[in-house]
T-cell receptor, first 112, second 112 residues
Framework: DTAVSQTPKYLVTQMGNDKSIKCEQN?????MYWYKQDSKKFLKIMFS???????INETVPNRFSPKSPDKAHLNLHINSLELGDSAVYFC???????????FGSGTRLTVV | GDSVTQMEGPVTLSEEAFLTINCTYT??????LFWYVQYPGEGLQLLLK?????DKGSNKGFEATYRKETTSFHLEKGSVQVSDSAVYFC???????????FGRGTSLIVHP
């Protein structure tokens, strides 16, 4: 039973398209996150939701919009995709940050 | 904000060799310290953690000791296996939010 699951695992799309990535966790955690990992493996936090409320919104283009319909789900919608958006996007959840994160397996987005 | 410096990779070792991956950090107050591991094609997994000075975190034969005086949290393993080949991330977490700051990762390659 996967704890944090993301779909799709791979996403190849053309510049200018709009796409969504979905994330679900079955751990009962209150807080969920989106991270972007670039080709050099650098991880950057994008957003965080606590019990459906946005609590972290880093400097991310407003083409990226997170949505949390309930505390078990956090989706990421991206408008007008650009080449520079190509990366691996990870969803994560946490019950208490003192115990660390549980990550999903990632979505590799390639914009052509 | 927090910052973390990890040794550049890749680190290439033969099976059963001793491993050290250095990590030093700067952080406000007394951070919790984490090591995460990312196997190829997967998300990050929490490997071990330490929450106060002189604590030793350990898991799967890996160890790291919270050294407040040197602000370090070096990862060690006495005898590496091919299956340990992965990217390792050091991550201090401090401040009110305890959001971790990830290092750039150190790639470990273990040859048979």
């Amino acid at each position: 039973d996967t704890a944090v699951s993301q779909t799709p695992k791979y996403l190849v799309t053309q510049m200018g398209n709009d796409k969504s990535i979905k994330c679900e966790q079955n751990l009962g955690h209150d807080t969920m996150y989106w991270y972007k990992q670039d080709s050099k493996k650098f991880l950057k936090i994008m957003f965080s939701y606590n019990n459906k409320e946005l609590i972290i919104n880093e400097t991310v283009p407003n083409r990226f919009s997170p949505k949390s319909p309930d505390k078990a789900h956090l989706n990421l919608h991206i408008n007008s995709l650009e080449l520079g958006d190509s990366a691996v996007y990870f969803c994560a959840s946490s019950g208490s940050l003192l115990y660390g994160y549980t990550f999903g397996s990632g979505t590799r987005l390639t914009v052509v | 904000g927090d910052s973390v410096t990890q040794m550049e990779g890749p680190v290439t070792l033969s099976e059963e060799a001793f491993l050290t991956i250095n990590c030093t950090y700067t952080a406000t107050g007394y951070p919790s310290l984490f090591w995460y591991v990312q196997y190829p094609g997967e998300g990050l997994q929490l490997l071990l953690k330490a929450t106060k000075a002189d604590d030793k975190g350990s898991n799967k034969g890996f160890e790291a000791t919270y050294r407040k005086e040197t602000t370090s949290f070096h990862l060690e393993k006495g005898s590496v296996q091919v299956s340990d080949s992965a990217v390792y991330f050091c991550a201090p977490a401090s401040g009110g939010s305890y959001i971790p700051t990830f290092g750039r990762g150190t790639s470990l390659i273990v040859h048979p």
